[in-house]
């Protein structure tokens, strides 16, 4: 498995600014996601966090609202910008370990966002 | 496309056995996923099925019928501590490696 760790771990925004979330894995890791969780529903990717090239982003998900970067193997960060209150929601970043079986995602914990 | 059906919500008692049934549509099978998910907490990997058959870890086991595109999770010995959303996920069949996932099934465990 992984240890991985997001800050914030929650926020309230005013609406039209911008929140940066942080996402730390104990070890390297070639693939991580950001995942975005609205209230009652299940998760949806916004991307895929490339290392050394732009991220990949699902449909409905464009890199102008939802930069992304991923400096390094271990570290990645998401930017939702100029917050509505529709974005309040989840954020989780996951992370993919190799195993015997199978190539497992492990996630953070996650950061609540409100926005007023 | 892909897609997950799971019920929405299950009730059941303490000390009990409940099933969570997950039915998918996908092409090209990776396998599923399940995951348990409390609330205000991220989910937390519980099983991966890739062949048919039982795959049994402690009180929880999972199921996959491939033919029927069929899985189910087996809770056995029911503790409250239990309740939580099970999400149902397969790999997402662009080839990317991320997850598609199902809407979750929200189990409630009663004394």
């Known amino acids: 498995s992984a240890v991985i760790s997001q800050k914030p771990s929650r926020d309230i925004c005013q609406r039209g600014t911008s929140l940066t979330i942080q996402c730390q894995v104990d070890?390297?890791?070639?693939?991580m996601f950001w995942y975005r969780q609205q209230p009652g529903q299940s998760l949806t990717l916004i991307a895929t966090?490339?290392?050394?090239?732009?991220?990949?982003?699902e449909s409905g998900f464009v890199i102008d609202k939802f930069p992304i970067s991923r400096p390094n193997l271990t570290f990645s960060t998401l930017t939702v910008s100029n917050l509505s209150p529709e974005d309040s929601s989840i954020y989780l970043c996951?992370?993919?370990?190799?195993?015997?079986?199978?190539?497992?995602?492990?996630f953070g914990p996650g950061t609540r966002l409100t926005v007023l | 496309g892909q897609n997950i059906d799971q019920p929405t919500e299950m009730t059941a008692t303490e000390g009990a056995i409940v099933q969570i049934n997950c039915t998918y549509q996908t092409s090209g099978f990776n396998g599923l996923f399940w995951y348990q998910q409390h609330a205000g907490e991220a989910p937390t990997f519980l099983s991966y099925?890739?062949?048919?058959g039982l795959e049994e870890k402690g009180r929880f086991s999972s199921f996959l019928s491939r033919s029927k595109g069929y899985s189910y999770l087996l809770l056995k010995e029911l503790q409250m501590k239990d309740s939580a959303s099970y999400l149902c996920a397969v790999p997402d069949q662009t080839g990317a490696n991320n997850l598609f996932f199902g809407t979750g099934t929200r189990l409630t465990v009663i004394p």
């Open positions: 966090a490339n290392q050394g090239s732009e991220a990949t982003y």
């Open positions: 996951s992370v993919e370990v190799e195993g015997a079986a199978t190539d497992t995602q492990y």
């Open positions: 099925n890739v062949l048919d």
């Open positions: 070890s390297q890791v070639t693939m």
